[in-house]
């Protein structure tokens, strides 16, 4: 059933903004993105101001509305997406007191090991382990390093939260972003007071919690006037990047999965129960839909690993990719490995220090071989989180593939090959947590799920090549075998 009015999905990515607007049968109608920047001041630090991030929004707004200023003005709901686990910290009058700590900052390593100590249940409630990436040692680490600044601290916010503090004056989260603080009891799909204690926090430090698909508020009076929309624009509750891009590519039902290939990489696996097994580095979360939850391994450098060299080799995306298509498979072969831990590792290692290396350099070595040993470690790395899937009872043999790296279909076909599953390829698939947004700001608004949930078309399917898995299978034995040497080696950094 068709609604009338159009849908903005905004997501919150690491390096952009993208708006995406749908229609009330779902079909896109208008995109816009505005870009972002990553501060790393120290060693392991990751962080992002959030000004620059509603800057980029209105940004992304005004160019949405002048692409697309008919379909814009019949906006009828909005749905937000964002990068997981940031800290944004307000004080009393809501303002922000110091630049959010992102996902993938390791800073929070020892505060990781205080975490594990002071909540003994916290594999139990919260499914995880540990890891310097989510929300909870971060605040440990504020704590101990900025203790005055921790004493002000009012509200804890994710940042599609802030964005959504910013155009409701509501501070409301979901599930499925929550769960991965490890302040939620995700079984419940609640702030767990347990949990929240260990670090110093209350109930009172977090915003309260709505399904993704359910409102969390409309947007504000000056905002609808100034953007030409109606006065009840509603916001849905909204969800955490990979789970928003569940629902923009149709994984809702149990076993249905996806890979992403975003800044990091995941491999998403739909669940009807919570399923922990932090044991593997696996990640227990909160699915964007209610009763739904979902398994999934993480790596932190995945598309980015080819942004990272094509800078490093002085070339374009489209160009390095043309390169490597031309080479012969005997150049594949005998190409050289790379390990792609240029932010440290989750799934499977856990190790914030791991760092990227080449093996297997020669002078023969070109920027082709280099270029693909890049795409290959990056699959590698998600055979490793297939591996501690397939070790935590999950069965998998087909993935849609979604991000900035479901564009290559070579990568896709090198994807299915190195996993050993069928990937499929999917119309509008770098939309990505943009599209999931648009869905359930359209739920949100009154549609159901199942009519705004359909898998987008499929555009082509790669199948596993015996001969190139037999090839593969070797180079990853000795790919999973570097590792365990390089970590014994004395770090570099000072």
Same mark, same amino acid.
Request: proline share 0%; charged share 20%; aromatic share 8%.
């Given at each position: 059933m068709s609604q009338a009015g159009t849908f903005l999905g905004i997501d919150l990515g690491t390096s952009e903004v993208k708006l995406l607007l749908i229609d009330g049968e779902g079909a896109v109608v208008g995109r816009a993105a505005s870009p972002l920047t990553v501060s790393r001041p120290r060693p392991l630090w990751s962080e992002q101001d959030p000004a620059d991030w509603a800057a980029a929004m209105t940004n992304a707004v005004a160019q949405l509305r002048a692409a697309a200023p008919q379909a814009f003005s019949r906006l009828r709901g909005i749905g937000?997406?964002?990068?997981m686990h940031g800290a944004v910290l307000l004080d009393a009058?809501?303002?922000?007191?110091r630049p959010a700590i992102l996902w993938n900052d390791g800073r929070s390593h020892a505060e990781c090991e205080a975490l594990t100590a002071a909540a003994p249940r916290l594999h139990e409630i919260a499914g995880n382990l540990a890891m310097p990436g989510f929300t909870a040692p971060k605040l440990l680490w504020v704590r101990a390093h900025e203790p005055e600044l921790f004493d002000r601290v009012r509200t804890v916010l994710l940042p599609k939260d802030h964005l959504r503090l910013l155009l409701t004056g509501d501070k409301v989260s979901d599930p499925s972003d929550a769960a991965g603080t490890l302040w939620l009891d995700v079984a419940r799909r609640d702030w767990s007071d347990e949990l929240l204690a260990a670090t110093g926090l209350t109930r009172a430090h977090m915003p309260r919690l709505v399904e993704s698909n359910a409102p969390s508020g409309v947007l504000r009076a000056e905002l609808a006037a100034a953007w030409g929309v109606a006065d009840d624009v509603v916001v849905a509750g909204g969800a955490g990047d990979n789970a928003a891009s569940a629902i923009g590519i149709g994984a809702t039902a149990p076993g249905a999965g996806f890979v992403s290939m975003g800044t990091s990489g995941v491999l998403f696996v739909v669940n009807d129960r919570f399923r922990p097994n932090p044991a593997s580095a696996v990640h227990a979360f909160c699915?964007?839909?209610p009763r739904r939850w979902h398994q999934m391994s993480v790596m932190l450098t995945a598309a980015s690993a080819l942004r990272w060299f094509c800078q490093l080799g002085g070339t374009t995306e489209a160009a390095l990719l043309e390169e490597i298509e031309a080479l012969p498979p005997e150049d594949l072969a005998a190409a050289p490995l790379f390990l792609p831990y240029l932010a440290g590792e989750r799934t499977p290692h856990n190790d914030p220090f791991a760092t990227g290396a080449f093996h297997g350099l020669t002078h023969e070595t070109r920027r082709a071989h280099a270029g693909y040993a890049v795409l290959e470690g990056v699959a590698f790395g998600m055979a490793d989180g297939l591996a501690a899937l397939r070790a935590a009872g999950t069965a998998v043999d087909r993935l849609s593939i979604v991000g900035g790296g479901a564009r290559s279909g070579f990568w896709a076909q090198l994807m !299915?090959?190195?996993l050993g599953v069928e990937i499929l390829r999917h119309a509008d698939a770098d939309a990505g947590g943009a599209l999931g947004a648009a869905r359930l700001g359209r739920m949100a608004a009154g549609a159901g799920i199942d009519e705004s949930c359909p898998p987008p078309p499929i555009t082509d399917r790669h199948t596993p090549s015996p001969a190139r898995q037999a090839v593969l299978?070797?180079?990853?034995?000795?790919?999973?075998?570097?590792? !365990?040497p390089l970590r014994a080696l004395p770090p570099i950094r000072p």
């Open positions: 937000l997406s964002g990068q009058q809501d303002r922000v007191l699915h964007a839909l !299915a090959n190195a299978a070797r180079r990853l034995a000795v790919f999973r075998a570097s590792y !365990a």
